[in-house]
């Protein structure tokens, strides 16, 4: 098997897939454009049969690791079974081919399951309203935070700070920052946010707390009604990042704790692929008092027929061109009717049950940091490892010649040597016995052959990598 | 369906490991007064069976392209997808994959995200692209943010005949600092953006010009003169492009000098989806990779001397940097970079040009027939590429309904857009549409114009 790419396997004149005829008059470009905005060649692009592009790209796939290809605890990125029949739902044509400019009549069908699906995901987290349009969960960051700039800002009063906890992703404070706050990091050093440290650095120029819940380390924040007592005294709004809602459908919602706005990650939590880094979705759900300030369009229903509303003077405006990822809404949609209410509440108990079942079992072999009940994912650390000069990264090495995927390691920040196993509520208890059975073996490698365990992976067709050499010398394209 | 795999043994067995007696003891954290106790609200469990009827019945409440001859573009492109590209991107260890963090194992999305880096390099002219942005619109703003980044200079003048939704996305990026944003007026004879407007608005706090090519209208705008004045004055010169394919018969940005290239990659076989998930590009010279947004994977050698791939220079992301990073975005449209690999390179070296070229033909036959109707006219007189504004004397909402009446998705009204264009409708033309089509098309218009 060549791993060569593609622009090596080219070959001057051959040709892959066929164009149709021309059936109207042929013109010369020159007649109707003009010469010097006129290209002479593509220097470089491949050509290539179209069996070569399909065994090149099979090949490639081949090279790679994904949920059908096995188990994939990645911590935070709730990596669970992908339904194959949202696939096909998702490619219907009334859905995979219509345009966002047809017409509203021709887009009742999927207006409607765009409205359905607002509805379920209020239903589901206690918010009051909820947009569809940002694409990842990042994107719905943003437009949280952009939400709260823009009341702060209705309010005459702008307000510069938002706080966040040191264990937040560093998507969170990406976000802020990029909405134009100033972030202010509060230690976390129990595992969960104290009311007193939030108290302590809360004030009338801070406009939100941002906070995960359950929160990175795999923990619940207990106190977060009184957390967010504190903040809304002060006039700042609470935001959670509910990437991590896996563990609460149909058990508690964010709503109900104080939560002012939230974003889904429909890629997480609802079942759609993660595409080997996207598309994703990130809807964004509210409180009543944001609700103004939802970006355009909204979907909006009169009698039996959909719409989109562009009337809303307080609006944010538009993060995206056209809707969203609608192809992915789909998939979420048909997630959230094949589950029903009692499937979804039983995916998030199996899903901690899960996480919980690991924990349990690892915590003799390797340091857990938090010794409670966690939720959906667990972190372990390298602490007894590192004393035989294996870490982290020599271990999720190694779990790759057992065929697993390793899990996110290095994160959260505030634990060193971090190992964060998430395994979801779709993996069976053979495939989670498997996998501890490997994690213990790989901790008597470190114990009594280190060097094993530190020249992983062996089995892959790939040694690691260089990483200080691509920084050093980006090549980031391939050149003649 | 539940896709859960526990039978009431395992259950059993696992709490008994934990020491725990009832599932619901997994929650004791979460406190009583906020745990629910009621199910949730939502319709109940489907089977398979019945889910796949119930959504293919919403489905077919939908119109598509199947059912109507279309003409609508506007940033949203009808073209062929050949075979391969949904054989491949159906590759589950493609699409069930994630983020290339452990490369020994993610070769085939680090080496096909390395081919699509150079792809759009080669087409755009450019040095650099990273692994993909949301959409065309997104990128945008962020191209925007990174000149700012660049030059520390706070204002940004926008083409008004770049696509009015990226407009109103770049000033949602903005904020609270939309303010800085103006606009440079198209010119109404030609559609495109008249080079002595920029010269006029351009000064010494401009950050950047944001020139989309072909505009929103169709038209080739002068990149070459524009260029001349953006650079002169020191500021960002920033392309933005819808309708890629037309890179197959146009200069590429970067050969007038171009300094960031972003756009929607959809046209490059991803479906039309309403409106999403599609593809946004995002491309710069060398000398600016540092203040680039987004993931990027590079070409390294493992212990053995071969050859890999791996994401690189993360120093710039957002879990290193935090809130100093170039950007927020984390996950981005993977899938859809893939899709264009393969896409491109199915089509290879000679078939984009080939199909380049069968846009601009059919565009351009339309283009002739319409100079048989007597009250309707071409809008503007710069060249186009498969899409044009036509001027119908009479207001374009009325005019898309009647052809909605004969199956004809008759462009875009512009009205909405541009209250001054109120009967000025934007139509495209792709290789999906027949000489029949057009003629309908045609036919449809001269009926009109009779009643
Ligand atoms: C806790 C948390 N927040 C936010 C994000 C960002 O979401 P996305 O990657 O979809 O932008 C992620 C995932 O990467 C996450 O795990």
Redesign the interface.
């Known amino acids: 098997m060549s ?1 060569g ?3 090596e396997k080219s070959s001057k004149g ?4 066929s ?2 005829k ?6 010369n ?1 020159l007649d ?3 010469h ?4 002479a060649d ?7 049969s ?1 069996l070569d ?2 065994r ?3 090949n ?10 096995g188990f ?1 605890p ?1 911590g935070s ?1 709730t ?5 194959k ?1 949202n ?3 998702a ?13 509203p009549e ?5 207006l ?2 765009m409205y359905e699906l607002e509805g ?1 995901l209020s ?2 987290s206690g918010m009051d309203a909820v947009t569809l349009q940002p ?5 719905g ?2 437009c949280g935070m ?1 939400m709260i ?2 009341y702060v ?1 209705a309010k005459g009063k ?1 307000r510069k700070k938002v706080i966040i906890p040191d264990t937040a992703h ?2 969170n ?8 706050f100033t ?1 202010v990091t509060i230690k976390e050093g129990k595992g969960i946010i104290s009311p007193e440290a939030v108290a302590s650095v809360m004030d009338e120029d801070t406009a939100a707390l941002m906070l995960t819940n359950p929160n990175t380390i795999g ?2 924040e ?1 106190n ?2 009184e957390i967010a007592d504190i903040v809304h005294k002060k006039g700042g709004f609470v935001y959670c990042d509910g990437a991590n809602l896996n563990a609460l ?5 964010l709503g ?2 104080g939560v002012d706005v939230i974003q889904f ?1 429909l ?1 997480k939590t609802f ?1 759609t ?8 979705s990130g809807p964004v759900g509210v409180k009543k008092i944001l609700e103004p300030f939802l ?1 355009v369009p909204r979907i909006i229903k009169r009698g039996k027929r959909f719409n989109l509303g562009f009337n809303c003077p307080m609006s ?13 809404m ?1 998939r979420a ?2 997630y ?12 998030s ?2 899903a ?3 996480a ?2 690991i924990m ?2 690892l915590k003799k072999a390797y340091h857990l940091p938090f010794d ?2 966690c ?1 959906h994912e667990c972190v372990l650390s390298d602490k007894v490892q590192s004393e035989k000069d294996v870490y982290t990264l020599d271990i ?2 190694r779990l ?1 010649d057992y065929g697993f ?2 899990p ?1 390691i290095y ?1 959260p920040l505030v634990v060193p040597g971090a190992i964060m196993i998430e395994p979801t ?5 053979e495939t989670i016995d498997r996998f501890i059975a490997a994690m213990m073996t790989i901790a008597n490698e470190a114990r009594e052959s280190p060097d094993i365990v530190k020249n992983a ?1 062996q089995t ?8 200080v ?3 050093k010398k ?5 050149k003649p | 369906m539940s896709y859960i795999p526990h039978t009431d043994n395992d259950i059993k067995e696992m709490l008994g490991v934990i020491g725990i007696k009832a599932v619901h003891d997994l929650f004791n954290a979460i406190p009583p007064d906020i745990r629910l106790k009621t199910p949730l609200n939502l319709p109940n469990e489907l089977p398979e069976q019945e889910l796949v009827r119930e959504i293919t019945n919403i489905s077919r409440k939908n119109g598509n392209i199947e059912d109507y001859i279309s003409f609508i573009g506007a940033g949203a492109y009808n073209h062929y997808v050949p075979s391969i590209v949904h054989h491949i991107i159906l590759r589950s260890e493609f699409y069930t994959a994630y983020t290339p963090y452990q490369p020994e194992i993610s070769q085939g999305t680090l080496q096909a995200i390395f081919e699509y880096q150079t792809l759009i390099c080669q087409l755009t002219g450019m040095d650099v692209t990273n692994a993909s942005m949301y959409d065309g619109a997104s990128a945008s703003a962020e191209a925007v943010l990174m000149a700012q980044r660049i030059n520390s200079r706070p204002e940004c003048l926008l083409s008004s005949a770049l696509h009015p939704e990226y407009r109103e996305v770049v000033k949602t990026y903005l904020g609270i600092r939309r303010d800085s944003i103006k606009e440079i007026p198209f010119c109404t004879e030609t559609g495109a953006t008249p080079v002595e407007a920029v010269e006029r608005y351009i000064d010494k706090d401009t950050a950047c010009v944001v020139i989309q090519y072909p505009n929103f209208f169709g038209s080739i705008e002068d990149l070459s003169a524009i260029s001349e004045i953006v650079h002169k004055n020191g500021s960002v010169f920033i392309v933005v492009i819808t309708e890629p394919i037309s890179l197959g018969l146009l200069k590429p940005p970067g050969a007038f000098d171009a300094d960031i290239v972003v756009g929607e990659g959809q046209a490059f076989g991803s479906a039309l989806n309403l409106g999403g998930p599609y593809l946004g590009f995002f491309a710069t010279k060398e000398g600016f990779l540092r203040n680039m947004p987004g993931r990027l994977v590079g070409e390294t050698i493992d212990k053995d001397g071969k050859r890999g791939y791996i994401l690189t220079l993360a120093t710039r992301e957002q879990h290193i940097r935090r809130e100093k990073a170039t950007s927020n975005i984390c996950t981005n449209e993977g899938l859809c970079a893939l899709t264009a690999a393969i896409y491109l390179t199915a089509l290879g070296k000679t078939g984009i040009v080939n199909l380049a070229k069968i846009n601009l033909c059919k565009m351009h036959y339309l283009r002739q027939r319409l100079k048989e109707l007597k009250n309707v006219k071409p809008a503007f007189s710069s060249p186009v590429f498969n899409e044009c504004v036509i001027n119908l004397n009479e207001d374009g909402d009325t005019v898309i309904k009647s052809l909605l009446k004969q199956g004809i998705l008759g462009g875009i009204s512009l009205k909405r857009f541009y209250p001054q264009l109120n009967s000025h409708i934007l139509l495209c033309a792709t290789e999906m549409n027949t000489k029949e089509d057009i003629d309908m098309l045609i036919e449809e218009l001269k009926e009109l114009k009779n009643e």
Not at chain 1, 173 to 180: I, V
Not at chain 1, 316 to 328: E, P, S, T, V
């Open positions: 791993s790419l593609i622009f051959r040709r892959g897939i164009i149709p021309l059936d109207v008059p042929d013109i470009p109707v454009i003009p010097d905005v006129l290209r593509i220097e470089g692009f491949p050509e290539v179209e592009a399909v090149h790209f099979v490639l796939s081949q090279m790679n690791f994904g949920v059908d290809t994939y990645l990125c990596m669970k079974y992908n339904p029949v696939e096909d739902m490619r219907l044509s009334g859905f995979s081919k219509a345009h966002p400019y047809q017409a021709l887009s009742q069908g999927a409607q399951l379920f239903e589901i694409a990842a969960g990042a994107h960051e943003l952009l700039s823009a800002k702008p560093g998507t404070p990406a976000s802020s920052n990029l909405a134009g972030v923990l619940f207990t977060i009604k459908m149909g058990i508690a919602k109900d704790m990650n890629h079942s692929p993660h595409g080997g880094g996207g598309p994703g970006p944010i405006g538009r993060l995206k061109a056209f809707y969203g990822n609608f192809g992915i789909v949609y048909s959230i009717r094949a589950m029903g209410p009692d499937g979804l509440k039983k995916a108990e199996m901690v049950l899960n919980n079942y349990e079992k409670q009940t939720m999720a090495k790759m995927h390793p996110t994160f509520e779709t993996e069976s208890k992976p892959t067709k790939i040694g690691r990598l260089d990483e050499n691509a920084v980006p090549v980031l394209r391939w």
